[in-house]
C-alpha cells in the first residue's frame, strides 16, 4: 500500500508529530500542502489530511489546497489538533471531510487529540495542553493508522 499524508502544522508542531505517528505505521511520507506533489497523491492508495484547528477549522492553507485537488475517487482519512475539546456535534475534521467528499473522495475515518495551544487569551499564561500531543495520544495515532491499514 503506497500512502501520503498532506500535513498543515504551523503553530507548535503538534499536528505533524501526530502525522509522523501515523506515517511509521503506514510506511507514508509526510508533506505540507505546498510540498505535496498532485501525481504523487493521485498514485496513492490512501491520502491523510491533517492539520490543527484554528477557530474551529482547519488551517487556511490545508482548505485552500482540497479545494484545489482534481476531482477523485481516492481513500482519505482526516485529523486534527486542538487545544480545545471537542463538541460532538461539531467534529474538528467536518470541514475537510466535506471538502473531500465534495470533491469524490471517500473519507475512511477521522482522528483527532488534544494539543499545545496558545491561543491569544491562553498564551497570557503560556497556552494550555503544554505537553500534548503526549505519548498516550501518539500511541491512539498510531492503533488509527494500524486499523486503516488492516482496512485496507
Known amino acids: 500500500m503506497k500512502a501520503v499524508i498532506v500535513c498543515a502544522s504551523v503553530s507548535h508542531g503538534n499536528t505533524r ?8 505505521v503506514l510506511g507514508a511520507k509526510v508533506v505540507s500542502p505546498e510540498e505535496a506533489d498532485g501525481e504523487e497523491l493521485a498514485g496513492a492508495d490512501l491520502v491523510g489530511f491533517g492539520s490543527g484547528v484554528f477557530y474551529g477549522r482547519p488551517h487556511r ?5 482540497v479545494k484545489g485537488l482534481p476531482d477523485g475517487r481516492g481513500r482519505t482519512f482526516v485529523f486534527a489538533t486542538s487545544g480545545l475539546p471537542e463538541l460532538p456535534p461539531a467534529p474538528f475534521t467536518r470541514p475537510l471531510t466535506r471538502l473531500l467528499e465534495a470533491r469524490g473522495y471517500r473519507v475512511q475515518a477521522s482522528f483527532t487529540c488534544r494539543a499545545h495551544d496558545t491561543w491569544a487569551p491562553f498564551k497570557l499564561v503560556g497556552g494550555i495542553n503544554k505537553r500534548r500531543p503526549d505519548a498516550e495520544d501518539l500511541a491512539a495515532a498510531r492503533a488509527f493508522a494500524a486499523r486503516l491499514r488492516e482496512d485496507f
Open 17 to 24: 508529530r501526530v502525522a509522523d505517528a501515523m506515517a511509521r
Open 61 to 65: 492553507s490545508m482548505t485552500d489546497f
